[in-house]
């Protein structure tokens, strides 16, 4: 990664304040819901949520509607495959690069006895506790939060300090992470995951090797704003290149997700014209 990225300064990742901005104003502006979070506004803070309730507008320009489908998109697809894993039996959750994600907070799979794990960088997580006491939101029984520098520790040491069972499925969500690592950094996490019982599945999005203007257009548009917060992206896949990366890997079953796909399982006939470019991957042991 880049010598100047701020998290290696120990300040919180100001994109996870973007996109948990992004989940708060679909909260207040859009119909009908596609992820329904009813913490989105009071994980914010007190008076970030009240300066969003007065003018929630100022989110609602055409860059800022396309961040948030794809913010929206990302968060509903991986819940969703949480929601099958669980339902195939899956007791075990991992969030990697948790950021201001509040599933743990508002779980509705709760009666079923699951661990939740949320993984993220040191300084992040240590604001989101503070966000956490200030709102009054309480961290369950069965919730456990690990601080790890995905760059210099592994998500499999510190998870196995925690108790995680390796000789169980789970489901791994790893969202808004991966275009800001290394392609060893990003590869090391999916081997671990790879290596778990058969059951075991990870969601993650990942920046795509722009191949036409628009989303060269788009592309640069992105790499700008997030650099321009200190958080340069540094990786990008072409998608078939990459599903055979994490098939060597020994994943049994493959699903790329581009914005089609997207567009037509989340946006279809909505009023308000969604879409989205994204990109995502689900690999299931």
Known sequence: MASDNILHSGVPSRTALKVAT?????????????FDDPLALRILGRQEAEELREDPHRYNNPMQRGMRAHVIARSRLTEDEFTRAA??????YVVLGAG????????PHEALGLHLYEIDHPAT?????????????????????????????????RLAEAGFRTDLPACFSWLGVTMYLNEEAIMAPLRFVASLPRGTSITFDYQKVP?????????????????????PMVSAFEPDALRDKIAAL?????????????????????????????????ARV
């Open 211 to 231: 191949t036409t203007p628009i989303e060269q257009v788009i592309n640069q548009m992105m790499r700008d704003m997030v650099a321009g917060v200190g958080e």
């Open 250 to 282: 020994g994943f049994g079953e493959i699903e790329l997700w581009d914005g089609p796909l997207i567009n037509a399982r989340y946006f279809r006939r909505r009023n308000d014209g969604w879409h989205t470019f994204s990109n995502f991957l689900c």
């Open 87 to 92: 339902a195939a039996g899956v007791r075990q």
């Open 22 to 34: 992004q989940r708060a104003v679909h909260q207040l502006l859009d119909h009908p819901l596609i």
């Open 125 to 157: 997580q240590q604001w989101k506790r503070e966000r956490l006491e200030e709102a009054g939101i309480g961290v369950p029984e069965g919730v456990t939060l690990l601080p790890v520098d995905f760059e210099s520790e592994t998500i499999a040491g």
């Open 100 to 107: 201001l994600d509040t599933f743990a907070y508002r779980n």
